[in-house]
């Protein structure tokens, strides 16, 4: 079988069961040209922690199964969708649908227990809508009706109408304040029934849905839809023209702000050493905009002589370090230069994260619509089995069971009243037929969605999630450091390999979606612990104002959230590590861990460097494209005709000249593709900043092992690569 094998994958390319090699014309294998010593096409590579890339894999299938759960819950008869969260429901629980979808509160006072579903909202003021004993609506209106009051329960009587408008399927209240000077008994029992503002307050926050607000606000995206489109394009254009300012102009511009902060700081200091009188200033220069004591600007000068001569010592002493983070800065730039589809990659990185964050919305909203409705609380939920279990022994069905627990929050000896209540309306002459039956989906499995499943799988949901999301990302920074770790190990390089990006991509889902599975669950699993911890805190009313928890969460949170960051932190370095060697997750991240203790000061060096330049990348690119937005805003204030007539309003008098909620999606569209753009440049510091100290690590110039470093940082560290073996290692810590 083994030579099977080999001979397919010499067919196939494949690898994952021995050495790549091609087919021989006896039909062996042969070993491949010789190859680069070192770097990412060198590295001898081969399929690695396939164990975790097969429970990933297995995971996923269980995460399908768990949607397939909720996707039929209640079927054949009364299967899940999620427009049970759209619908309204009456008091009863029962959703108003079909022929009535609007849902209508009959009395402000009582939320819950005054629900009924109509064939249309009520657009007048005292009207009749009455229901029968059950809260059904209907259209037979007595001739001596009884008014429905709060403690009316299964009872013919009527509602009076008031003002509604309808949004989303709910009778929205519509009016301002409470009648006056009510004379006639319909007009006493709308008062009555209303109560006053502030109840109507209360009602209309109630029934009314985000949609109101929503309904504005994406008429306004409407409107302006083409700004928003050209603000993408906008932003990409900001973010390539920053990247080439950067790839040319890096070190001035760190070298400025330096100086500028500098300069500022010890502006500040001898400010206050002024205003504290222990030097001599001119009186308009010691006092401007400064409303301090003496003896307040004395403590504060001595604070900023502090900060000034830490900050001065410390460019002094990193200043060495500080011009390599620039030049690995300029690298960075020219290997985005010389590889263009690395500012294009992370598009196809986030578009699957799109793909993700939709069927985590999909099938959250299946699980958020499964069960009974609980009127009471307009959530729906699986009651409590004990009270199931004895409606069912009393001769109900599942059904009826469910829902009538479900209604009365599981309380069994009322849940047996009720249905009592039900077999004497029937007559006395109730039989197991006389309920609604309904036969649930079965799985082959024997697992279903029940009050004792339910929460595992909505643990098992949000993990699935985490994980994902975690592995989507991870692939991205794989490939991303794919590329710039080809670029960086190769010695000419004006002859990189062609589509570096793609075979990236391509050894990355070959050998290493195992190592990429592995760092993703142990990231989730952190991610899993600190969201339960904090759901755990908040459920704890009876010390939600404790001082004591309140710091012991906090704290706890830190310590969660920095271990977070720690392995995040280690897992981009060890997906550096992977790309270039090729080795498994835990060796490259223990490789990656002495690389970096070896040369922790330069690191802190890069990074502050790096993310200076960063967050003002990003800042940049989100201010500019805010700016263009601003002017076009302006322009159609001036000039409707600048808005698509098909979007165009009937009216332009009074046309928002700043509309908020576009001008927040075109922030947030700059701040998005800043971000995109500065990953990728961030993944290019890392992986040649790393590369840059193994290759110090393993290099030493010399004809059998020389730098693969560029110019820049060749110069920096004053080594060259050299004809003869003479040895010029520098050493990790300098």
């Keep these: 079988p083994r030579e099977f094998f080999l001979h397919l994958e010499g067919r196939l390319g494949m690898g994952c069961f021995g050495k790549k090699g091609k087919v021989a014309p006896d039909g062996g294998t042969e070993v491949d040209e010789v190859k680069p010593t070192v770097g990412p096409l060198a590295a001898d590579r081969k399929c690695r922690d396939i164990i975790c890339l097969l429970l990933f894999i297995a995971f996923w299938v269980g995460w399908l199964f768990i949607a397939l759960l909720a996707f039929t819950d209640g079927c054949p008869n009364d299967c899940n969708t999620p427009m049970r969260l759209l619908y309204g429901y009456d008091s009863q629980g029962d959703a108003c649908k079909d022929s009535t979808k609007q849902m209508f509160i009959g009395i402000p006072l009582d939320l819950t227990g005054s629900r009924v579903c109509l064939n249309g909202c009520p657009s007048t003021l005292g009207d009749l809508i009455c229901v029968d004993s059950q809260g059904k609506f209907t259209e037979t209106v007595p001739t001596i009706p009884t008014m429905c009051m709060v403690s009316n329960v299964r009872v013919d009587c009527c509602y009076v109408s008031y003002p509604t408008k309808e949004i989303m399927f709910k009778c929205v209240p519509d009016i301002s304040d409470v009648p006056t000077n009510s004379t006639t008994d319909t007009q006493q029992a709308l008062n009555s029934a209303l109560g006053d503002s502030s109840t109507l307050s209360s009602s209309k926050s109630f029934a009314e849905s985000p949609t109101g607000a929503l309904g504005n606000a994406f008429s306004q995206v409407i409107m302006h839809w083409p700004i928003l489109v050209a603000s993408i394009f906008v932003a990409l254009a900001f973010g390539f023209v920053w990247l080439l300012l950067l790839r040319m102009f890096v070190k001035v511009m760190v070298m400025a702000t330096i100086i500028g902060v500098g300069v500022l700081l010890l502006g500040i200091t001898i400010m206050l050493l002024g205003k504290a009188g222990i030097i001599t200033l001119g009186a308009s220069t010691s006092t401007a905009g400064v409303s301090l004591t003496e003896d307040e600007a004395k403590v504060l000068a001595y604070i900023f002589v502090v900060i000034t001569a830490v900050y001065l010592l410390l460019m002094i002493v990193f200043f060495k370090r500080l011009l390599i983070a620039c030049n690995i800065l300029t690298e960075a730039g020219k290997a985005m230069g010389a590889m263009p589809m690395t500012s294009i990659f992370p598009v196809f990185t986030y578009l699957v994260v799109v793909v993700l964050l939709i069927w985590f919305v999909f099938v959250s909203l299946y699980l958020a619509s499964a069960g009974e409705f609980d009127p009471t609380t307009m959530t729906f939920s699986y009651p409590d089995t004990t009270c199931i279990n004895k409606l069912k022994d009393a001769g109900a069905d599942e059904t009826y069971a469910e829902k009538t627990c479900n209604t009365n929050k599981g309380d069994a000896t009322e849940s047996l009243k009720v249905f009592e209540a039900f077999k004497t309306s029937l007559g006395g002459n109730f ?66 390999p062609r589509a570096p990006i793609l075979k990236s991509f391509y050894r990355a889902c070959r050998y290493h979606l195992g190592s990429v599975a592995f760092g993703a669950f142990i990231l989730a699993v952190v991610q899993m612990i600190r969201i339960i911890f904090n759901y755990i805190m908040n459920k704890m009313n009876k010390h939600k104002d404790n001082k004591i928890v309140k710091i012991l969460q906090c704290c706890v949170n830190c310590m969660l959230k920095c271990l977070e960051r720690f392995i995040d932190f280690l897992n981009r370095n060890a997906y550096i590590m992977i790309a270039i060697h090729g080795k498994s997750f835990c060796t490259s991240a223990l490789n990656a861990f002495k690389l970096i203790m070896k040369n922790v000061l330069q690191i802190a060096a890069v990074n502050v460097v790096g ?124």
Excluded at 437 to 455: A, Q, R
Excluded at 468 to 481: K, P, Q, S
Excluded at 482 to 492: C, I, L, N, V
Aim: negative net charge; aromatic residues 16%.
């Design 431 to 496: 039989t197991a037929s006389a309920n609604i039956t309904s036969t649930t989906y079965e799985n082959p499995f024997g697992i279903t969605l029940n009050s004792e499943t339910y929460d595992y799988f909505i643990v098992y949901h949000l993990f699935g999630f985490l994980w994902t999301y975690a592995f989507i990302l991870g692939v991205g920074y794989l490939t991303l450091a794919g590329a710039f770790a080809t670029w960086y190990w190769t010695m000419d390089k004006k002859k990189l």
């Design 611 to 734: 993310d200076a330049v960063l967050f003002l990348g990003k800042v940049v690119v989100c201010i500019g494209t805010a700016f263009v937005a601003y002017a076009y805003f302006n322009a159609v204030a001036e000039d409707p005709t600048l808005i698509p007539e098909a979007f165009r309003p009937s009216s332009t008098d009074g046309i928002d000249p700043l509309p908020i909620f576009p001008m927040l999606c075109v922030i947030f569209i700059g701040w998005m593709v800043g971000a995109m753009f500065m990953s990728v440049y961030e993944t290019g510091i890392d992986t040649i900043f790393l590369s840059f100290c193994e290759d110090r690590e393993i290099n030493d110039g010399s004809t059998e092992k020389p730098f693969y470093m560029g110019a820049s940082l060749k110069s920096a560290l004053g080594v060259k690569n050299k004809e003869g073996g003479n040895s010029n290692k520098v050493a990790p810590s300098d």
